[in-house]
């Protein structure tokens, strides 16, 4: 009987753009998938020659932390839908946007948290990730919406110096 519907194998492939210099990777929302982004990205980044490995290093700690952040997001809804890590590498920079579906939140309500020497800094076991990519991305935005989140991280290579 024919129910005019293709097999999953008999599928026409989704035709995706990409562009030169970018890498797309889509991980289950489970958190033992971080590691595999911070091995891609950090290869990725390995391609720019003028991009330092203490900088490297930064991005790797960024994408982590937003990764676990979208991996948490899609927690909270029950939702296994995959979250999407996408790499644009540029002349002077790369630049990764970690996308989840979940429900999304103002980066404007994370509240300020006590210098690090302060012993009030202990009070704070979660809440460092968004501090923590600010902290090491030269760039990022955080923009949420009806169709989810999008954590964009950039970091410069030595051609262009991080601003103090």
């Given amino acids: 009987m024919d129910t005019g ?13 990409f562009r030169p210099g970018q890498l797309v990777l889509e991980i289950p929302a489970r958190t033992e998938f971080v590691s595999l982004v911070r ?3 950090a290869a990725a ?18 994408v982590s ?10 927690g909270l809804l029950g939702s296994f839908d995959r979250i999407r890590i996408q790499c644009n590498l540029a ?7 970690v996308h989840d579906e979940g429900v999304g939140f103002d980066p404007a309500t994370v509240p300020d948290l006590p210098e690090p020497e302060s012993p009030d800094r202990l009070d704070h076991e979660s809440g460092l ?27 410069y290579s030595s051609k262009r110096r991080r601003l103090p």
């Fill in 5 to 17: 519907q293709m097999s999953t194998a008999e599928q026409e492939p989704v035709e995706r753009e």
């Fill in 39 to 41: 091995v891609v990205v």
């Fill in 45 to 62: 980044a390995e391609l720019e020659p003028d991009l330092e490995n203490d900088r490297i290093d930064d991005l790797r700690i960024a």
């Fill in 65 to 74: 932390e937003a990764t676990t952040n979208a991996i948490e997001a899609h």
């Fill in 91 to 97: 002349d002077d920079e790369i630049s990764v946007v």
């Fill in 129 to 155: 990730g968004v501090h923590l990519m600010q902290m090491l991305a030269d760039e990022s935005e955080i923009s949420s919406g009806e169709n989810g989140t999008d954590v964009t991280l950039v970091v």
